[in-house]
Nanobody, 117 residues
């Protein structure tokens, strides 16, 4: 059974940092493109950052210069380092795995990030 399990969320003051982790199981992790999305209350889910199977990264404008996505294929884990957090970063952060050739997509259950002002 495929699972994506996020961890590392929490409550932090503005300007603080958090590191989110997403551990994958039962997939050939190294062949999947991985991404982090977030959804704030009353808003649509939006892409924050992604990293391809080859390690190429891209970011939403709101994340550039503050967030860093990385992956460790040996641990089947993708990370999102969140720095200089702002109250508007408050959201549930979701991990997503895509394998385009197999047309497979999986989502994690989400991790709450709350930034206080």
């Amino acid at each position: 059974q495929v699972q994506l399990v996020e961890s590392g969320g929490g409550l932090v003051q503005a300007g603080g940092s958090l590191r989110l982790s997403c551990a994958a199981s039962a997939i050939m992790f190294s062949t999947y493109h991985m991404a982090w999305y977030r959804q704030a209350p009353g808003k649509q889910r939006e892409l924050v950052a992604m990293i391809t199977s080859r390690g190429t990264t891209s970011y939403a404008d709101s994340a550039k210069g503050r967030f860093t996505i990385s992956r460790d294929n040996a641990k089947n884990t993708v990370y999102l380092q969140l720095n200089n957090l702002k109250p508007e970063d408050t959201a549930v952060y979701y991990c997503r795995a895509d394998q385009y050739q197999l047309a497979r997509t999986y989502w994690g259950q989400g991790a709450q990030v709350t930034v206080s002002s």
